[in-house]
């Protein structure tokens, strides 16, 4: 006899993991980044089918209108990884300790980066090479995935005399390669390389065993990362990336809906009747009569007020103008 078939439970979507990057590399493939800071975005990004999702710093500038990533505190960090957490529940999603949350001490990166994974995340990013390699060591020791971020680092925007193109010479590249050995050799599963030449990318890519992710580095690595407002086009502000495509015009598109729904209030076309709840026509009738009654009390109070003022304006103010409303 035959067996019934056995009904299949929908399958949960696949969580991405380290090991499903490393398969993504070693099958050629290129992972997909994106920047996110809310629950929407992590949801809409999900459907696209989009694997990897950084909960960055650049929030500072993108969502709270600081002039540069210095200014996000780890409370306000935690609060968009939570709300990324909640709406990605198949990506890779990697929480990016902020200014200040790692540079002090190991004490301070382990107990922030795993704020992050209490939060959710799968791994933290923090800036720089060499010079944190003890950090990062301090983290994956404590058993947490540690992105690298190398290039153009914009905590040091400072030291490096603004937001410029990294990596222009081969002794300049050499230097970052250390850097990624650097990290590598603490632990690191991964390494992200911000506005670097694509041949610099690739020399470095080619010298180390680490995931190598993209942003502003070309095609030559492992997977490619964007702010998201960046490709939405709803980022305010002057900077405008040269390796920034631009998918969408939301900034216009926002703005024109604002500006229609103040139009249609001023003219009273918002609300319209389909925005109107229905109710019993009898309980309609029976709540109009007792508005009719109370405006008409209403307009009574007021004129016997009126007369009373009247009577009660001082004889010596009458016929000049008050220099106050009277009531
Ligand atoms: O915070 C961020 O979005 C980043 C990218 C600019 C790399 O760190």
New binding site residues.
Partial sequence: MSQPALALAPTAPKKVTVATLASYKARGRSAVFL?AYDYPTAVFAERAGVEML?V?????M?VLGHPN?LGVSMEEMLIFARAVCRGAKRAFVVG?LPFLSYQASDADAVRNAGAFLIAGCDAV?C?GGARIAGRVRAMTDAGIAVMG?LG?T?QSQAQLGGYRVQGKTLAAVQRLTEDALALQEAGAFAV?L?ALPAEAAAYVRERVDLLVYG?GAGPHVDGQ?V?SHDILGSFVGDIRPRFVRRYAELDTEIERAFRSYADDVRAGRFPGPEHLYPIEPAHEAEIRSARACHSEERSDKESALDSRVKVQTPRRYAGTTPLAPTL
């Fill in positions: 920047t950084l960055g710093d650049s929030a500072a993108t990533t990016d990013k800036e971020h153009l914009p992200l911000e942003i990362l702010i």
